[in-house]
């Protein structure tokens, strides 16, 4: 079974070559599966930043069972996502089919096959369709063909596997780049150029396999390698390349951190890595080359989280990573040697699993570069982020639980540097302050 499971996972990954926005794998048919409500999982009652069981249930493969009845035996969810993004100043060109500004948007539906498959085998694998681009597209996947349970003597240890179309997407912690914050953002605001490559740039083009172990549920170890499908799968299946292009045979990524729990608490901390070689893309569609050279991307990251659980009145999240960037420009920067760095960091309150402020911090920084595009070179970039979360159902005792679960939210932006410069970065008037972005959004899963 498991065999069977990998098989198809490959299949359908290279099939549909992949583009993963964040997306919540908060998803009711893994709270039916389990018999626990969503809060048992998620902070605040909706995905997609873990609890220590929730860490607990994405290791373990997602094949935690204890669910009754029919709707634990299915693994289908579904999810819609709508919003109204306004920015401080109107954008120059308006995207396609919306305004220059104040627009309201179906941002997304999708669907989800997630459950477990046997002990061994489990996982979830989401199709979306984006309302903003009117393509449908395999979205966030992690499927875990084999993981099992060992005793080594006094120890405990966990082993698995995993397939993923998004490097981080298996991470169970937050402070990584997947399922980071923020959980939603708006498609329709301008957002900055310069980004490490582990943040998104091989999201929509990639397979990925891992091997991991956690020991006495503290210390987690993990290492694989990306890829990314043939020119010829891209184009049949209508996906494009990254910014930075196609990996070059195979991009190595490893994974270590540990975490300690006392008294409804849980801190951790620990580091990535990833290296690719890619061939930059040529301009065509689903097209690179490597005739000019090939570029090499080196992240390093290093991250850092603590939660304060308590008895679930009053909740306190903290996180944060940094990342540094070695660039290797020998096709697109012709031969130069660039570096590239980003701090995340947040802070969050929850209040009963239902009333949530989240404050959020993000500074990009790094050598001259006009491979970035932006009109003067620089990918310096600063923003503060407030967001404040309602969520009116995930617990226990909540309406048509699991099947119903809402977040309602707001969300604003402020932009103090943007693409390198504070006032006219684009050589046309605009100001970092005229990206400062409000977005309402409405979050439905079911």
Same mark, same amino acid.
């Given at each position: 079974?498991?065999?069977?499971?990998?098989?198809?996972?490959?299949?359908?990954?290279?099939?549909?070559?992949?583009?993963?926005?964040?997306?919540?794998?908060?998803?009711?048919?893994?709270?039916?599966?389990?018999?626990?409500?969503?809060?048992?999982?998620?902070? $605040?009652?909706?995905?997609?930043? !873990?609890?220590?069981?929730?860490?607990?249930?994405?290791?373990?493969?997602?094949?935690?069972?204890? /669910?009754?009845?029919?709707?634990?035996?299915?693994?289908?969810?579904?999810?819609?996502?709508?919003?109204?993004?306004?920015?401080?100043?109107?954008?120059?060109?308006?995207?396609?089919?919306?305004?220059?500004?104040?627009?309201?948007?179906?941002?997304?539906?999708?669907?989800?096959? =997630?459950?477990? *498959?046997? %002990?061994?085998? $489990?996982?979830?694998?989401?199709?979306?369709?984006?309302?903003?681009?009117?393509?449908?597209?395999?979205? #966030?996947?992690?499927?875990?063909?084999?993981?099992? &349970?060992?005793?080594?003597?006094?120890?405990?240890?966990?082993?698995?596997?995993? *397939?993923?179309? #998004?490097?981080?997407?298996? %991470?169970?912690?937050?402070?990584?780049?997947?399922?980071?914050?923020?959980?939603?953002?708006?498609?329709?605001?301008?957002?900055?150029?310069?980004?490490?490559?582990?943040?998104?740039?091989?999201? @929509?083009?990639?397979?990925?396999?891992?091997?991991?172990?956690?020991?006495?549920?503290?210390?987690?170890?993990?290492?694989?390698?990306?890829?990314?499908?043939? &020119?010829? &799968? !891209?184009?049949?299946?209508?996906?494009?390349? /990254? $910014?930075?292009?196609?990996?070059?045979?195979? =991009?190595?990524?490893?994974?270590?951190?540990?975490?300690?729990?006392?008294?409804?608490?849980?801190?951790?901390?620990?580091? !990535?890595f990833m290296r690719a070689d890619v061939n930059p893309p040529t301009g065509v569609p689903f097209q690179s080359s490597g005739a000019a050279g090939q570029d090499r991307y080196s992240d390093y990251a290093f991250d850092a989280g603590y939660q304060f659980l308590g008895d679930g009145t009053h909740i306190v999240t903290v996180q944060g990573i940094y990342v540094h960037e070695d660039q290797q420009l020998n096709a697109s920067g012709a031969g130069g040697t660039f570096a590239l760095n980003q701090v995340r960091a947040n802070v969050a309150y929850w209040y009963q699993n239902t009333y949530g402020v989240t404050l959020g911090w993000q500074n990009t920084w790094g050598s001259l570069n006009p491979a970035y595009g932006t009109a003067n070179g620089k990918p310096n970039s600063n923003s503060f982020t407030?967001?404040?979360?309602?969520?009116?159902? @995930?617990?226990?005792?909540?309406?048509?639980?699991?099947?119903? #679960?809402?977040?309602?939210?707001?969300?604003?932006?402020?932009?103090?540097?943007?693409?390198? $410069?504070?006032?006219?970065?684009?050589?046309?008037?605009?100001?970092?302050?005229?990206? #400062?972005?409000?977005? !309402?959004?409405?979050?439905?899963?079911?």
């Amino acid at each position: 079974m498991a065999r069977v499971f990998l098989k198809f996972g490959f299949a359908t990954i290279a099939a549909s070559a992949l583009f993963a926005p964040r997306n919540a794998e908060a998803v009711p048919s893994f709270a039916e599966q389990t018999g626990q409500p969503c809060t048992m999982c998620h902070i $605040g009652g909706f995905g997609p930043q !873990l609890t220590p069981f929730g860490r607990a249930f994405k290791i373990g493969g997602y094949t935690q069972s204890g /669910g009754d009845g029919w709707a634990s035996k299915i693994p289908l969810s579904a999810m819609v996502q709508t919003s109204f993004t306004h920015t401080q100043q109107a954008q120059a060109t308006a995207p396609q089919h919306y305004n220059v500004n104040d627009n309201p948007s179906l941002d997304q539906i999708s669907v989800f096959v =997630a459950g477990r *498959v046997s %002990d061994y085998t $489990g996982g979830f694998m989401q199709l979306t369709w984006s309302g903003v681009t009117n393509t449908v597209h395999v979205d #966030n996947t992690d499927l875990r063909p084999f993981t099992t &349970s060992v005793t080594l003597g006094s120890h405990d240890l966990r082993i698995g596997t995993t *397939v993923t179309n #998004n490097p981080t997407v298996q %991470d169970p912690y937050n402070s990584t780049f997947a399922w980071g914050f923020p959980f939603i953002a708006s498609a329709l605001a301008p957002t900055p150029a310069a980004q490490p490559m582990l943040v998104g740039a091989f999201a @929509g083009n990639t397979i990925g396999a891992t091997a991991y172990a956690w020991l006495d549920s503290a210390l987690y170890l993990e290492a694989g390698a990306y890829t990314t499908p043939s &020119s010829w &799968s !891209l184009a049949r299946f209508g996906d494009a390349l /990254g $910014g930075q292009g196609a990996i070059v045979g195979a =991009a190595p990524y490893a994974r270590i951190a540990y975490e300690y729990q006392w008294n409804n608490q849980a801190v951790h901390a620990g580091a !990535l890595f990833m290296r690719a070689d890619v061939n930059p893309p040529t301009g065509v569609p689903f097209q690179s080359s490597g005739a000019a050279g090939q570029d090499r991307y080196s992240d390093y990251a290093f991250d850092a989280g603590y939660q304060f659980l308590g008895d679930g009145t009053h909740i306190v999240t903290v996180q944060g990573i940094y990342v540094h960037e070695d660039q290797q420009l020998n096709a697109s920067g012709a031969g130069g040697t660039f570096a590239l760095n980003q701090v995340r960091a947040n802070v969050a309150y929850w209040y009963q699993n239902t009333y949530g402020v989240t404050l959020g911090w993000q500074n990009t920084w790094g050598s001259l570069n006009p491979a970035y595009g932006t009109a003067n070179g620089k990918p310096n970039s600063n923003s503060f982020t407030v967001e404040a979360d309602w969520v009116p159902f @995930g617990k226990a005792e909540s309406f048509a639980s699991p099947w119903a #679960n809402l977040k309602l939210g707001a969300q604003y932006i402020v932009y103090t540097q943007f693409d390198g $410069g504070r006032s006219n970065y684009d050589g046309n008037g605009r100001g970092a302050g005229g990206n #400062n972005t409000l977005l !309402l959004f409405a979050w439905l899963a079911f």
